[in-house]
């Protein structure tokens, strides 16, 4: 008896491991944006996410970004298209969106989301 309680419960602690590593979203790199500038940009998608996560009255638990291709020059700077992946919790258990933004980078290196809804596959 002792060892379907031990089992029972080592069961529970790996199965609500393999339940957590689940909700994080798995990036695909494709070449083309500096890792600087995906840095920057991971930045204004956290300040994004953290008012979203906010007003869905949830928390934001992770953001993760990768390169998703190549920057292309506009008038006013570059385009950089990136992939990110956000995790919030919230009391039911955790949300994961995963997209590929695109996130204008100015003359100066400040960056802003064109698109944050876009990751929410």
């Known amino acids: 008896m002792l060892w379907v309680i031990l089992l029972v419960g080592v069961s529970g602690l790996v199965g609500g491991y393999a339940a957590e590593r689940a909700t994080i979203p798995k990036l695909q790199y494709r070449p083309g944006t500096p890792n600087e500038v995906v840095a920057t940009c991971r930045q204004a998608v956290i300040a994004a996410a953290r008012t979203h996560a ?6 934001l638990i ?4 990768t390169s998703a291709g190549e920057m292309r020059r506009t008038r006013n700077g570059q385009r950089a298209p990136v ?3 956000i995790v919030y919790g919230r ?8 997209g590929v933004i ?20």
Do not use: F, K, Y
């Open 102 to 121: 695109e996130c204008r980078v100015g003359a100066r290196g400040q960056a802003t989301i064109a698109e944050l809804a876009g990751a929410t596959r």
């Open 83 to 85: 992939e990110v992946g």
């Open 91 to 98: 009391p039911s258990g955790r949300e994961a969106r995963q």
């Open 54 to 59: 906010a007003e869905m009255g949830a928390e």
């Open 62 to 65: 992770r953001v993760d970004a």
